[in-house]
């Protein structure tokens, strides 16, 4: 998969977040950020990749968001490698 496409999947994956306010909550407390920050960061990739490696990081999660998605499995675990190809996320 392409960056740009992981990119465009990362970006769907906080409006996923932000479709469900006590899960968006739960990353805000696990990042530290509050909503303005998120709001305010919502372009910076890293701030993406770290969206989609909390959703991938939680089953039930990872599973609502890969059947919204349409994806396969397996296959949003390889979008967060595109996105973090060292691993060096903390998600």
Same mark, same amino acid.
């Given at each position: 998969?392409?960056?740009?496409? #992981?990119?465009?999947? *990362?970006?769907? *994956?906080?409006?996923?977040?932000?479709?469900?306010?006590?899960?968006?909550?739960?990353?805000?407390?696990?990042? +530290?950020?509050?909503?303005?920050? %998120?709001?305010?960061? *919502?372009?910076?990739?890293?701030?993406? +990749?770290?969206? %989609? +490696?909390?959703?991938? *990081?939680? @089953?039930?999660?990872?599973? @609502?968001?890969?059947?919204?998605?349409? %994806?396969?499995?397996?296959? %949003?675990?390889?979008?967060? #490698? #595109?996105?973090?190809?060292? +691993?060096?996320?903390?998600?």
């Amino acid at each position: 998969m392409k960056k740009s496409q #992981a990119e465009q999947i *990362a970006e769907r *994956a906080l409006t996923f977040l932000a479709n469900r306010p006590e899960i968006l909550q739960q990353f805000l407390t696990a990042s +530290g950020l509050d909503a303005s920050e %998120l709001i305010a960061r *919502a372009d910076d990739p890293e701030m993406r +990749g770290a969206v %989609l +490696g909390f959703v991938a *990081a939680d @089953e039930a999660l990872a599973k @609502e968001f890969s059947e919204d998605e349409k %994806l396969k499995p397996g296959q %949003l675990l390889q979008i967060c #490698a #595109a996105l973090d190809p060292h +691993g060096s996320s903390s998600w």
